[in-house]
């Protein structure tokens, strides 16, 4: 995690942007209105360090104009369900990236759900400095779009993509599981993964509408991601979660190609 470093470039970074935010484009924007910052609270997912959880990243008119400019796009015609871009990104992607970046810079920062942070935990940051200053920070994004019923199988993103990875999550509410898999060999470019001879224990992440989440170091590299949208699978507070037809946006930054 961050150190005392980073401490600094985010208070730095907080005053720059609240100094600024009177002087922002009037251009219209496909994303933010950058209203956000007062409610940009961020969560250290607890038991699984790397793993931070935004839930109020994107108000409910941000998330409108997102699901327009991706409509806008024409990908989910003909039952396609997934659209990938690699490289230059869409406009409205470079906007969200951006926005990502300002959420951690200024956003609040708790270490453990439901816990406090302690005066050893206050430079605590969603990503580190050297990933959160990469440029560009992503260069690489997934949408993808589920019916009621689909989710997505326990997986770690390939390996051919950097540390740092951040999810949006669009329209209906879901459970993200995590958990752990074993690594075998010690390079993170030749990391291989088995399954445990045992019933993995998952910790479940609430995943609301409008909500942001980001994995780095061991949550991106040592623990396997799923969602279960299967009927009677997606339960939250003791009920079941009515299911309606869900979109995230998953960016990432492609390794770059040995010389």
């Not at 959420?103 to 935990?121: K, R």
């Not at 969602?227 to 939250?236: D, F, S, T, V």
Request: aromatic share 8%; proline share 5%; glycine share 8%.
């Amino acid at each position: 995690m961050a150190g005392g470093g980073d401490s600094n470039c985010r208070a730095a970074l907080r005053e720059a942007f609240g100094e600024s935010s009177d002087s922002d484009s009037d251009a219209p924007s496909a994303v933010s209105s950058r209203a956000g910052r007062g409610r940009w609270r961020w969560e250290a997912v607890a038991g699984i360090r790397g793993l931070w959880l935004c839930a109020a990243f994107l108000s409910a008119d941000e998330q409108a104009r997102l699901l327009a400019a991706i409509q806008r796009e024409g990908w989910f015609i003909d039952a396609n369900n997934q659209a990938m871009r690699f490289g230059d990104l869409p406009s409205w992607a470079v906007e969200l990236s951006t926005l990502i970046h300002e959420a951690i810079c200024v956003g609040d920062v708790n270490v453990g759900v439901g816990s406090e942070m302690t005066n050893e935990d206050e430079d605590a940051c969603p990503l580190p400095s050297d990933l959160l200053w990469r440029e560009p920070l992503f260069d690489q994004m997934i949408v993808n779009r589920y019916n009621p019923g689909e989710g997505i199988c326990a997986h770690v993103d390939l390996m051919r993509f950097d540390d740092g990875i951040a999810i949006v999550s669009l329209e209906s509410a879901c459970v993200m599981h995590f958990s752990q898999a074993e690594p075998i060999g010690t390079a993170l470019d030749t990391l291989h993964l088995k399954k445990w001879d045992g019933e993995p224990t998952k910790i479940p992440v609430y995943l609301n509408p409008g909500s942001l989440v980001v994995m780095s170091g061991d949550a991106r590299y040592l623990w396997k991601h799923e969602i279960n949208r299967k009927p009677g699978a997606q339960q939250w507070d003791g009920r079941d979660l009515e299911q309606h037809r869900r979109t995230s946006v998953t960016l990432r930054k492609l390794l770059a190609s040995p010389n």
